[in-house]
């Protein structure tokens, strides 16, 4: 088995991620479709030098997220910091490919990694930064519990505009108004 449910949804689960497919990651982080939404455009990145990344962070929180229905890897979440004297948090996504995308994978995934958060991590902060423009991101962020706390505005200079970055967070007592 290539995967392992490590936090189980009703379209997705999360799993340990695996060095296999590095390949596949590298794919997607040199898909400027994809590195426009992270901010991340101007990085290269290599098959051996996304090993050296999944090895380093393999035994953390960063995680795969694949598709129940077909145990299809399709993209990745995780905690990017953790503070646990202060118990804050701040988290990242991705889905790789379009067809992946506007399916409500990404909010599951984030609504389980948070659960993860609260419940394994013993965060009450958590927070994330997504730019102005990807709006299909603030719809998933804001349906899995997230809240605007702010903006830093004309933070993001991509293709002759500038975009505002909006920082957003859930804190444990709104994760329980969700449900």
């Known amino acids: 088995m290539k995967y392992y449910k490590k936090l189980i949804g009703s379209k997705v689960y999360l799993s340990p991620m ?12 040199n898909d400027l479709s994809v590195t426009e ?9 290599s098959v051996s030098g996304e090993q050296e990344w999944i090895k380093e962070n393999s035994q953390g929180t960063q995680f795969a997220i694949i598709k129940a229905e077909n145990d299809e890897l399709i993209g990745n979440c995780g905690f990017n910091s953790v503070d646990q004297i202060h118990q804050c948090g701040e988290v990242g996504i991705f889905i790789g490919d379009e067809k992946n995308q506007n399916n409500g994978y990404g909010s599951e995934a984030m609504g389980l990694l ?51 970055q909006i920082f ?11 449900y």
């Open 168 to 178: 957003m967070d859930i804190i444990r007592s709104d994760r329980h108004e969700c």
């Open 114 to 164: 948070v659960d993860f958060g609260f419940n394994y991590l013993n965060l009450n902060n958590i927070m994330l930064k997504v730019f102005s423009f990807n709006e299909n991101a603030v719809n998933c962020y804001k349906k899995a519990g997230f809240k605007e706390i702010g903006r830093r505005r004309q933070a993001y200079y991509l293709k002759g505009k500038y975009y505002d």
């Open 18 to 29: 695996c060095l296999d497919d590095a390949e596949t990651y590298t794919k997607w982080l």
């Open 37 to 45: 939404k992270l901010g991340t455009s101007h990085n290269m990145v």
